[in-house]
């Protein structure tokens, strides 16, 4: 049944042309989505799906079963998926579940200011967490095993959950399509490009394998147009101020910056219960490789040059990291000119939860002197700080510990010693 006699192009913009209007935060954001239709014989997408880089894959029926209301709705939950960095905050989590806690708190967004479509995901007892705080309250989903021809998520109509408690395959409410699978469909890496049967056996939009989308929006400086447009205007949606006060987030790309030092630095082990890909393609059956839980020593300097702003970035940067390695032990410390109680930080909660002294004169040498004192093992140490102290000299340094100097943006570069090789610098 088509609401509104509109065809799903004309839904799409005249949904959007009312947003900029009428709820210009969201209009602004949904300017930079690209839309395609997944048809054919081998279209997956039974609602939507949305790529890292802005790319909305969506199925025509589902558009079809829209009001023009409704449509704004799920327009606005991609668009925060990708501003708020939700694909790429899913790590190794499970997609699934991944998938279903971004939902939950985009919807508990929306839901004050837009018409909910009645099989949305929405409890309130999410009210004011973060996808990686729900995920962590999830139940792990069982997967449907029925026959696919004839589950109701192809009508658009009976999305989360069709079978009771039992999770379809292929998500929740969209499908969250990761840079991953991004690479992999496109044949990027050396592999070749997957087929549509390939796509549809991953349960990912037909035509991911062409999707080259060159001009990537930076959703995170739209996001912030988005809200001080809105708030000149004085039509900011309820909460969003919450959600930026709140949104504090890694101005480096930890995964393409430092993945380099510390994905080398996680232990691995050897498996063949799942071969390596690269090893079937060749004709020979090899093991893969499966990554352990990622141990990091991270060290912030609270001394009193220091400000407010360059701790809050410090911390910022942390959070990006634990939302980057779903299995990840962090060793928190904070140092002046001497080293403080450690906080042993895993989740979001314990990074609230962190202590951190400090607001003395600096000196960088106390913790290379704690590790070579007590014997520690530390594979990778991440030092925050404005570079204005007292560095160690390179005996000093542990061998085998790879060293990285995060400098605040109003931070001296050239004041690390040369024999420190690893640093990047806030922007």
Not at 42 to 58: E, K, R, S
Not at 178 to 205: I, N, V
Request: aromatic content about 10%; proline content about 6%; glycine content about 8%.
């Amino acid at each position: 049944m088509n609401k509104d006699n509109l065809d799903p192009v004309e839904k799409i913009t005249k949904a959007r042309v009312q947003l900029i209007s009428k709820s210009p935060f969201f209009g602004v954001l949904t300017m930079s989505l690209v839309f395609k239709e997944d048809k054919g014989e081998l279209a997956m997408m039974p609602t939507m799906g949305v790529t890292p880089n802005g790319v909305c894959y969506f199925n025509p029926k589902f558009m079809d079963s829209l009001t023009t209301e409704e449509c704004k709705t799920v327009i606005c939950h991609e668009v925060l998926h990708v501003a708020l960095m939700h694909l790429e905050r899913q790590g190794t989590r499970d997609r699934i579940r991944s998938n279903m806690a971004a939902d939950y708190a985009v919807n508990l967004i929306l839901e004050k200011d837009f018409t909910m479509p009645k099989w949305s995901l929405l409890d309130h007892k999410y009210d004011g967490m973060s996808m990686e705080q729900i995920y962590d309250m999830l139940p792990k989903p069982r997967l449907c095993k029925e026959d696919c021809s004839k589950c109701p998520l192809t009508t658009g109509k009976t999305i989360p959950s069709p079978y009771g408690e039992t999770m379809c395959k292929n998500g929740s409410f969209d499908r969250h399509i990761t840079k991953d699978e991004m690479d992999e469909a496109r044949g990027e890496g050396g592999g070749k490009p997957l087929t549509k049967e390939e796509l549809q056996k991953r349960g990912l939009p037909g035509g991911l394998n062409e999707d080259t989308r060159k001009d990537v929006p930076n959703f995170r400086k739209i996001l912030q147009d988005a809200y001080h447009y809105a708030k000149s205007m004085g039509k900011l949606p309820a909460g969003i101020e919450r959600l930026m006060d709140d949104y504090s987030e890694p101005k480096l790309s930890w995964r393409e910056i430092l993945s380099q030092y510390i994905t080398r630095s996680i232990p691995q082990n050897f498996s063949y219960r799942k071969p390596s890909r690269k090893s079937i393609s060749s004709g020979y059956y090899f093991p893969s490789t499966e990554k352990e839980e990622l141990s990091i020593w991270i060290v912030v300097d609270t001394s009193g040059s220091i400000s407010e702003e360059e701790l809050s970035d410090f911390l910022g940067e942390v959070l990006g990291l634990l939302r980057t390695y779903q299995k990840v032990e962090i060793k928190l410390w904070s140092c002046d000119a001497e080293l403080y109680e450690v906080n042993e930080v895993t989740s979001e909660y314990d990074l609230k939860a962190a202590k951190l002294a400090g607001g003395g004169g600096t000196n960088f040498q106390p913790i290379f002197n704690y590790i070579n004192k007590n014997q520690e093992e530390v594979k990778v140490l991440i030092y925050f700080t404005d570079t204005y102290g007292n560095f160690p000299e390179q005996k000093d340094i542990p061998i085998g510990m790879e060293v990285i100097w995060v400098v605040s943006k109003n931070g001296n570069m050239e004041g690390i010693p040369e024999y420190f090789p690893n640093r990047v610098q806030l922007k």
